[in-house]
Nanobody, 126 residues
Framework: VQLQASGGGLVQDRGSLRLSCAAS????????MGWFRQAPGKEREFVAA????????????RYAPSVKGRFTISRDNAKNTVYLQMDSLKTEDTAVYYC????????????????WGQGTQVTVSS
C-alpha cells in the first residue's frame, strides 16, 4: 500500500483544514486507516483512526482526547481516500501529519503500524 497525503498548509488560529490521503493498492477498504502527527521536538502522537469497511461490522472511529470534538476522520472507499477534517484549529495542532494504513487495528503508539505515507505540514498561526 502506498499513501499520498495532501492538504496541509498555513491557517490561522480557530481556522479549518482538510487533509486527504490517497491510497494505492488492492483491498483498500479492508485496511484500518489513521493519522499521526509530530511537532518539532516532540514525540509522535496518535490523532485519529477509522476501522476497515467490512460487511459484517459498523465502521468505528477513534480520536486522541486532544482533538476529539474538533477533528473528524472519514473514508471514501470508492476513491481509496481517507480524510481528516480539522476544525477549531489551535497553535498546538502545528505539526507534520502522517497518514497510515494497517491490515490490523491501528496501533496507537504507531510502533507496529504497517504503512506510512509522507508527511504534510500543518501550521496554525496565532
Amino acid at each position: 500500500v502506498q499513501l499520498q497525503a495532501s492538504g496541509g498548509g498555513l491557517v490561522q488560529d480557530r481556522g479549518s483544514l482538510r487533509l486527504s490521503c490517497a491510497a494505492s493498492g488492492r483491498a483498500y477498504s479492508s485496511y484500518d486507516m489513521g493519522w499521526f502527527r509530530q511537532a518539532p521536538g516532540k514525540e509522535r502522537e496518535f490523532v485519529a483512526a477509522i476501522s476497515a469497511s467490512v460487511p459484517w461490522s459498523v465502521t468505528s472511529t477513534r480520536y486522541a482526547p486532544s482533538v476529539k470534538g474538533r477533528f473528524t476522520i472519514s473514508r471514501d472507499n470508492a476513491k481509496n481516500t481517507v480524510y481528516l477534517q480539522m476544525d477549531s484549529l489551535k497553535t498546538e495542532d502545528t505539526a507534520v501529519y502522517y497518514c497510515v494504513a494497517d491490515s490490523r487495528r491501528v496501533d496507537l503508539s504507531g510502533d507496529s503500524v504497517e504503512y506510512w505515507g509522507q508527511g504534510t505540514q500543518v501550521t496554525v498561526s496565532s
